[in-house]
Every structure is written in structure tokens, then in C-alpha cells.
């Protein structure tokens, strides 16, 4: 069986076998023991150290003779191997903390916990996630080491049971005694047999690394501690095995080396020559590993001229299929072809980087190598392509074509850079780039004319709007070159993922004509247009993060997203979830293009048109505030915004009240609150208000309806007027007649801190933030909403109730009903007001820091205010010492704000922390 030697020592720690006499000195150092190599170190996230071993290039008897005490017949036949390169190999096992920095998980539990442990209970395939993270951080080539490179390294030159010598007066199980080649006992060299620790006492598991003392090489925890994975597959011998320190790997699907031993087994299987076998998808509590590096980077010759390149190069040879081309996502680098129920449903493509990026791996492999087998294999895949590509220029997502039709994958596809990808493959061979020198003339030309056709597919395949044009969508009808939808949660649109990727292809164009430049102009224009600004907090909108949704909508150039019921939405929390989370439906795709790329490809073939600068030399038009008599007015240049009113304003006396604001004026200029309407004169454009003032459990007045209660603005001064952001800040007091002191004067019982944040408006829409803060100023205040089933109070809008009003939240249209209404954190309404009988619309967007949030809503279709509820019925308790703060957003729109739009425009209020006001 052959994971046999996994299971077999628990029983046995307890085992000790008693030798009679005097042993014999162990003898002198064996011959060949190697000198401690150099130790580089590396760093990872955090300052976490990595400290490699330099290990030279040399020969060694692998495996063990048949006369060696403990011997299992796998290690066999003994062969010499020639590694005849140098390599770095890691000083310790990987450790816990290593881990950490990379992975930011635990698989460890039990049995040894702490930064500088070895990491365990890890299989092979989370041994090859983590080199391929630790190969992103572009130091170098790190992988597993071979299973000859491993025992090489272990021996460091010695040729006995362990590498310092074999123990002979010691068994095979826990007991302990001279070392044999080197001064000192086994125990000094490795843990073995729990250390004669039992299962449930503390010290009884792994043990920091470094503890012992280290082989020839200086390398640490060579024998025991943890069992070391290693590339090669298990075999059940050494017969056929590589001998030039290449991992074995001939077959799929088969267990995968391990090597060392563990601290938790007997004597015998921590010898240099034990091995076993184990699935790749499994770790046991004992499995760890050790990393090999190599200082070159994986785009360089010596990297493509190695074992490892080899082996892939071959693997990927294995999988052409008769036609030439390669299935997708077929783990290349981990295995040779599997039979066709890995393949046959896929077909051969050019999705996911299929068949191009094959091409380019074998041809770096024949430049290194020479082997005629990767030329011949790069040939036949070259012919393929040029066979695959369409009279127009384009290419199809797979071929052979589908039969039956009607098949996205017979679609010109830039969906994940296919288009793109074999292009660059392309341009590539034309330009004679080293690598592809083998190439003959007469292919060459057939080559260039494929770039020449499919430059002008790609130029063809822009989407124009209304003479305009903008960027590309995933995937074309191969006839029309018309936009086409492919899978269910892939619309019909255009993309911006995939036209950063072909912008930046056609920048790469040496002497680019008129027409080329000015497809890049338009695309780049166009996604500086559409982009949307994730403000951080206390960060100015144009200092934010960009960001671009991958599809939108070709007319109104809208977010598009859509899971798999292939209903189109405008908001992403409509998406089910495996689709929201495993899909790039948003990214800062244009990013780099927008602020490095195109400006050092502009600045040398388009001088004199910087499209970017557009909105740069645009008159900025500040926001700022002019403080009056009454109060304050908010600007956007000599536009009016909003009126705050400082000073108390009555109608004939009556209805006073301050600290509210009017009017509110849409984009165009239009007045869209009220102020005293006939129905309500209590109501005040956008004001904050309660029925219930309680303290204790005396009434001092309705704040609401205006009876017992006035405030007193006894502060208000302007924060900050910049050129995208005005504030004012305000201080206010809430009185009643019905709450004195003992001479019979008005005292305070709230002290309200409001501060008002005005933005600059976009092409659509403004933001206008408010921040109310409550501070008790007396023990047991509490505030409450109108004390009946309506429970209306709290933040609300007295708008001038449009001709065609909607109300809309984040599930669609609202109807207005005589009590309260769920409707989510946002709420919008939109109408015909009075002004040229435009739409305008205003939305409430409520913070996530809102308590009760999200709240309910009373909303009116005629004679009332609009009111996000809080607290409700119910009044709630001030605090003397924390205040209680609710903040709102509105925005002010044009009417043309989709569903989605103001979903994504909450999910980016709920982003910002909360800040104070000042």
C-alpha cells in the first residue's frame, strides 16, 4: 500500500529496545561531508524572513543498498544522479509565519502553534498555492524541490543512514544514542518518536524549527520534524527514475513524494533514503515542506532551459490536440495528458489563454534547448491559428467551428483578452523576436498578413455611439462584427477590461497611422468619462479611487451586471452571490492606462491632443458659502445650491423654527423644497425633527409640530470651502418653556451639532451630506416619533411634490401607503417640476452607521413631507457623554439616475467612515 508508512508509528512511541553493552565510538566524519553553503535571505510581508542555502552542483549515490538496516524495497535500485547546476534550498521548513504572510491562513491546529513552528497539515496542492503566490512577488523561482534534489541536499556528501552517520548502537525505534559520523547523540540532530512525549501533554507535537544541529550543507530539521513534500510522483521504485536531479513525473493523478520523516515516527523512516507516498489533495498532521529557489526570474533563458520548463513544454505537447490547438485550463505545469474525459468538452480555443500562450511557452523552450520536438509541436499550432482566423481578421473563441451554430464560441472574442492575446503571439513572429527566429520566410509572410487583417478586425470591431467612438465589447458576430451576448451573466455591451487590454496592444504599435491613434484617443476618453470615484474618507472626490464596472450598456453607456437567470440589472447586489463574488463584474481596470500608460504614449505620437486634460482645463467652478443676515447660501460658482436658515423664521408669528434648510435647487436651477405649504406650516424643506422631547418622563415640548420648543443656532461657522467641497458647521440648543432651572430660566436639554458638506455636481447628480450629533445636557432625555401607528420623525424632505411623482428604492418602484414602508437604505423621488417641465429627482441615502438601520419610510403622494423614520414610536435614551449621530446623504439629480446607479452610490456612502465634523 503505499501510503503504508504514514500510519504505522503512534502504536509504537512507547517501544524501547534495550541494548546490552558497551557501544563503540561512532568513528570519525564520513567521507565526501559537504561545508555549510552561502545563506541569502529573503523578505516577505510583514519582515517575515526567508533564509535560503546555497547547494552545489555535484553527484550522489540516490537510495539505499540492499544491506541498510530499515531498508523498504522503493528505495531501489540504488543509481548515481548528476545534478550539474546550483540551487538554493531553504534553510528550515517553511514555517507558520511564512505561511501567514502569504496566505492568511491556518491549516496548522493543533500539535505545535507559533511564528517560527513549521507549518503542517498541508497536501501538495497547498504547497503549489503557496509557491505560486511567493512567484508573484518576482525574487526569483521558488518551487519543490525534486525528490533528488531533496536527498542530495539532506545527504550533504555522506553516504550513511542519516546524515551524521548511522547510529549502530542504536534499533530502529525511539531509543537514543551516539550520532555515529558526527560528535553528539541522534536526539541532537532530530526529533523523532514524540521525544518520548505523549499524546496530550504540552510538549507532545512540532517544535520550532532550527532546534538541532544542521547537516554538511547547513541545512536544519533534515531528519524528522515534519515529512517534506517533493515534486516527483510516487513510484514504488527507483527503476526508470531521471538521474539528472529532475522530478519524476510521468503519470497524472498519482500520490506524491514525501520525504524525512516526522517527529512523531520511529528512528528508521527520518534515514536520508526513506520515502513514501501520499494523495496531493490531502495533508496529514505531519506534512510540511521546504522551499528550492533559484535566483533567475522565470522570464529568463536559464529558467526556460530547466527541468521544470522541460517538463511543462512536454506536458503541453502531450495535450495538442489532432487539430493543433489546446483545450483550456488543463494545469499544464503539473501533468502530462489524462485521457480525453479531461478534454473532450472543451474543445480546442483561444479562451483563458489557450493555444497562444502554449505557443509562446514551447517556442521559449526551443530557443533555450534546441529540442525538435517543441519546434515541430509550436509549427503545427501556428498553422492552426492561421487556419482558425476569419477572412475579417478576427478570431473565433474555439475551433473548429460549432456545427449546429447559434454557438458564442464561433464569435470574434476579446472576452478575456483572446483577441489580444493571440495578436501580440502574432506581432510577435513578424517582428522576429528571438525566440521565434526558427521561423521561415514563407511562414512569416502568411504571419504578417494574420496581423495586418487582424489590426483592421480590431479597429472594425469599436463601438460607435452616435458618431462617436467608444471602446470594444466582449465578443462579435463574425459576419457583422455586431456586439453579441455570450454566457447568461455576459450581455450584450461594452467592455472595459478587455478594451484596456486592447488599448494598451495597439500603443505598443511602432509609427501608428491616424486611424489607430485616434482609436485610442476615443477609448481613452471614453473610459476617463465613465469612470466612477470611490471616495475614501476625508479624502476629496478627485483624490478617490477609480474604478469601472466590466460591461455596460452601448446607448446610455450604464452599468450592466446579470447572473445567471440572464436577466439584465443595474445594480450588483441584484447578481446572485457565486456570481457577484466569483466574477470581475468591478475593478480599477483602467487605472494604470489613465494615469501612466496613455500619457507617455501620448506625449510622444499624439503631442498636441491630450484627451485626459479636457476636464482638467474646464473652469472649476468652487463651491463655497456667503453668509447672510438669515443664514447661509451654498454656491457652485454663481449657481445656488441650498439656504441654510440660521435665524428663526415665522409666518405671522407662528410656526417659528431655524436650523433647516431651504430652498434645496435642483441641477438646472429649479426650487425643489417647500417651505410653509398650506397643508402642513410646520413642515421646512429638508429639517430633522421629533414629536416626543422627554426628560425623564416629562414632556418639554414637540419639536415636530413646533409647540413648547425653539432652538437656538448659538454657533455656526464655515469649516472649509474648496473647489469640490463646501462645510459649514453648526452649533445649536434645544430649548422649551416647559424645562427651567430654579429661577425659572430656560435651559438647555440637547445640545445638536450639525455639519453640512455640500459637493460639486457631476454631469448628473450632487451630493449633499449631513452629519446631526445629539448630546444629552441633562439625565434621562429621550426623543421620539409621532406616538401612534404612523410613528413618523426623524430626518425629512418637504419636496414640491412633482406632477408624475415615482418613488423608487433598490427593489424597484414604492407605492405609497397610509403607514410605514420597508424600502432599503435609499429612497428616491422623481417628478416634473414646475421648470420646463424637466424631471429632476431627489434621493435619501441613509449610513450604515445609522442605528435601526436600514429605516422605514412614510412617503406622500400629495400633502406631506418625505421621512426616513428613526427612532420610531418608541423614543430612545440620549447619552450625556456620547452623542448620538445620524447621518444622511441626498442627492440631486437630473432624473436619470438608475436603480443601479444609486445602489452603487449607497455602497459607496457605506464605504466612508464616519468622520466628525470637523
Given at each position: ?5 504514514m ?57 539505499s ?40 491562513t ?35 523561482v ?17 553516504k ?22 558526527m560528535?553528539?547523540?541522534r ?29 554538511g ?13 517533493c ?14 536531479g ?32 501520499y ?13 528550492v ?22 506536458n ?5 490536440s ?9 494545469g499544464f ?31 521559449r523552450v ?56 493571440v ?10 523576436k ?5 521561423i ?10 494574420a ?16 458618431g ?23 450581455p ?35 473610459l ?8 475614501q ?45 466569483g ?44 453668509k ?12 445656488k ?73 448659538h ?8 473647489s ?5 458647521k ?46 444629552a445636557l ?19 424632505a ?24 420597508e ?36 412617503i ?17 435614551l440620549?447619552?450625556r ?10 442627492i ?26 470637523e
Amino acid at each position: 500500500m503505499v501510503e503504508r508508512k504514514m500510519n504505522s508509528s503512534l502504536s509504537l512511541i512507547a517501544v524501547l529496545f534495550l541494548i546490552v553493552g558497551r557501544c563503540a565510538a561512532a568513528g570519525s566524519a564520513a567521507a565526501g561531508q559537504a561545508s555549510a553553503g552561502k545563506t541569502v535571505a529573503l523578505t516577505l510581508a510583514g519582515g517575515v524572513k526567508l533564509e535560503m542555502v546555497h547547494i552545489p552542483a555535484g553527484s550522489f549515490q540516490m537510495g539505499s543498498p540492499e544491506t541498510e538496516r530499515g531498508r523498504s524495497r522503493d528505495e531501489g535500485p540504488t543509481h548515481t544522479v548528476n545534478i550539474n547546476y546550483d540551487f538554493y534550498m531553504g534553510k528550515y521548513e517553511v514555517t507558520q509565519a511564512q505561511w501567514q504572510a502569504l496566505m492568511k491562513t491556518r491549516p496548522y491546529k493543533i500539535y505545535g502553534m507559533g511564528d517560527n513552528y513549521p507549518v503542517f497539515r498541508v497536501s501538495w496542492n497547498d504547497c503549489q498555492a503557496f509557491i505560486s503566490a511567493l512567484n508573484q512577488l518576482d525574487i526569483g523561482v521558488f518551487r519543490l524541490p525534486s525528490e533528488a534534489e531533496w536527498e542530495y541536499a539532506c545527504r550533504a556528501g555522506t553516504k550513511s543512514r542519516f546524515y551524521f552517520g548511522n547510529s549502530p548502537c542504536c534499533g530502529d525505534y525511539c531509543q537514543d544514542c551516539e550520532a555515529g559520523a558526527m560528535q553528539g547523540k541522534r536526539s541532537d540532530f532530530m526529533w523523532y518518536c514524540g521525544d518520548n512525549v505523549r499524546d496530550g501533554e504540552p510538549e507532545f507535537g512540532a517544535k520550532p524549527v532550527g532546534q538541532k544541529l544542521p547537516n554538511g550543507f547547513g541545512l536544519y530539521d533534515r531528519s524528522g520534524h515534519v515529512w517534506e513534500w517533493c515534486q516527483d510522483e510516487y513510484h514504488f521504485n527507483y527503476e526508470g527514475a531521471p538521474t539528472d536531479g529532475s522530478a519524476w513525473q510521468e503519470r497524472a493523478g498519482g500520490p506524491r513524494v514525501l520525504r524525512g520523516g516526522a517527529w512523531d515516527y520511529q528512528a528508521r523512516y527520518c534515514r536520508s533514503a526513506c520515502r513514501c507516498g501520499y494523495s496531493a489533495e490531502r495533508g496529514y498532521t505531519f506534512h510540511g515542506f521546504r522551499l528550492v529557489w533559484l535566483r533567475y526570474s522565470r522570464e529568463s533563458e536559464q529558467w526556460y532551459g530547466s527541468w521544470p520548463a522541460v517538463f511543462t513544454a512536454d506536458n503541453i505537447v502531450s495535450y495538442q490536440s489532432e487539430f493543433g490547438g489546446w483545450p483550456k485550463n488543463m494545469g499544464f505545469a503539473e501533468h502530462g495528458y489524462q485521457g480525453e474525459k479531461f478534454t473532450r468538452n472543451w474543445g480546442t480555443t483561444i479562451d483563458n489563454g489557450a493555444t497562444y500562450t502554449q505557443l509562446a511557452f514551447l517556442a521559449r523552450v526551443y530557443h533555450a534547448t534546441g529540442k525538435k520536438r517543441f519546434r515541430d509541436s509550436f509549427i503545427r499550432g501556428l498553422d492552426y491559428l492561421l487556419e482558425a482566423q476569419y477572412h475579417n481578421g478576427g478570431w473565433p473563441q474555439r475551433y473548429p467551428l460549432d456545427k449546429v451554430g447559434n454557438d458564442y464560441g464561433d464569435y470574434i472574442t476579446f472576452n478575456d483578452d483572446a483577441m489580444v492575446g493571440v495578436m501580440r503571439l502574432m506581432r510577435g513572429i513578424a517582428d522576429k523576436k528571438p525566440q521565434y527566429s526558427f521561423i521561415d520566410n514563407k511562414q512569416r509572410k502568411k504571419v504578417k498578413t494574420a496581423v495586418r487583417k487582424g489590426l483592421q478586425c480590431i479597429l472594425n470591431c469599436q463601438v460607435t455611439v452616435d458618431g462617436k467612438r467608444s471602446i470594444w465589447p466582449q465578443q462579435c458576430d463574425e459576419k457583422t462584427l455586431e456586439p453579441r451576448a455570450a454566457r447568461a451573466f455576459e450581455p450584450v455591451s461594452i467592455c472595459s477590461r478587455e478594451s484596456v487590454s486592447v488599448v494598451n496592444f495597439l500603443m505598443e504599435i511602432e509609427r501608428p497611422s491616424e486611424t489607430i491613434i485616434d482609436a485610442i484617443q476615443s477609448a481613452v476618453a471614453w473610459l476617463d468619462e465613465n469612470k466612477t470615484i470611490i471616495r475614501q474618507a476625508g479624502i476629496n472626490e478627485t483624490n478617490g479611487r477609480a474604478m469601472w464596472a466590466r460591461f455596460y450598456e452601448i446607448k446610455s453607456s450604464q452599468p450592466l451586471f446579470a447572473g445567471t437567470d440572464a436577466k439584465v440589472k443595474h445594480s450588483l447586489a441584484e447578481v446572485d452571490k457565486d456570481k457577484r463574488t466569483g466574477y470581475s463584474y468591478l475593478g480599477g481596470y483602467a487605472s494604470l492606462l489613465i494615469a501612466r500608460d496613455y500619457p507617455a504614449w501620448q506625449k510622444k505620437w499624439a503631442p498636441g491632443k491630450n484627451v485626459l486634460e479636457k476636464s482638467k482645463k474646464s473652469p472649476v467652478k468652487p463651491v463655497r458659502i456667503v453668509k447672510s443676515d438669515e443664514g447661509f447660501t451654498f454656491y457652485e460658482g454663481e449657481k445656488k445650491v441650498l439656504f441654510y436658515q440660521r435665524k428663526p423664521k415665522s409666518l405671522d408669528g407662528k410656526y417659528t423654527r431655524c436650523n433647516y434648510i431651504h430652498p434645496v435647487y435642483g441641477l438646472d436651477g429649479e426650487v425643489l423644497t417647500e417651505d410653509f405649504p398650506g397643508d402642513h406650516r410646520h413642515h421646512r424643506g429638508i429639517f430633522w425633527a421629533w414629536h416626543q422631547l422627554l426628560v425623564g418622563k416629562q414632556k418639554v415640548g414637540d419639536g415636530w409640530s413646533i409647540e413648547d420648543f425653539y432652538m437656538d443656532v448659538h454657533n455656526a461657522r464655515i469649516l472649509k470651502t474648496e473647489s469640490a467641497l463646501a462645510a459649514l458647521k453648526v452649533e445649536v440648543l434645544w430649548k422649551s418653556p416647559l424645562w427651567t432651572d430654579a429661577q425659572g430660566r430656560q435651559k438647555p436639554f440637547i445640545k445638536e451639532t450639525t455639519a453640512i458638506s455640500v459637493h460639486r455636481a457631476s454631469q448628473d447628480f450632487r451630493k449633499i451630506d449631513f452629519r446631526i450629533s445629539l448630546l444629552a445636557l441633562a439625565d434621562g432625555v429621550r426623543i421620539g416619533g409621532a406616538d401612534n401607528e404612523k410613528a413618523y420623525g426623524g430626518f425629512s424632505a418637504r419636496i414640491r411634490l412633482p406632477k408624475g411623482i415615482r418613488f423608487t428604492c433598490r427593489d424597484g418602484e414604492v407605492e405609497p401607503v397610509r403607514l410605514p414602508v420597508e424600502a432599503g437604505p435609499w429612497l428616491d423621488f422623481s417628478g416634473h417640476f414646475p421648470k420646463q417641465g424637466e424631471i429632476s429627482g431627489l434621493a435619501i441615502l441613509c449610513h450604515r452607521s445609522l442605528p435601526r438601520y436600514p429605516p422605514q419610510w412614510i412617503i406622500r403622494r400629495k400633502r406631506s413631507m418625505q421621512n426616513a423614520i428613526y427612532p420610531g414610536r418608541e423614543p430612545v435614551l440620549l447619552s450625556r457623554e456620547k452623542p448620538l449621530v445620524l447621518r444622511y446623504r441626498l442627492i440631486v439629480h437630473r432624473g436619470k439616475l438608475t436603480q443601479g446607479k444609486l445602489d452603487q452610490l449607497q455602497a459607496q456612502y457605506n464605504a466612508e467612515k464616519p468622520q466628525s465634523p470637523e
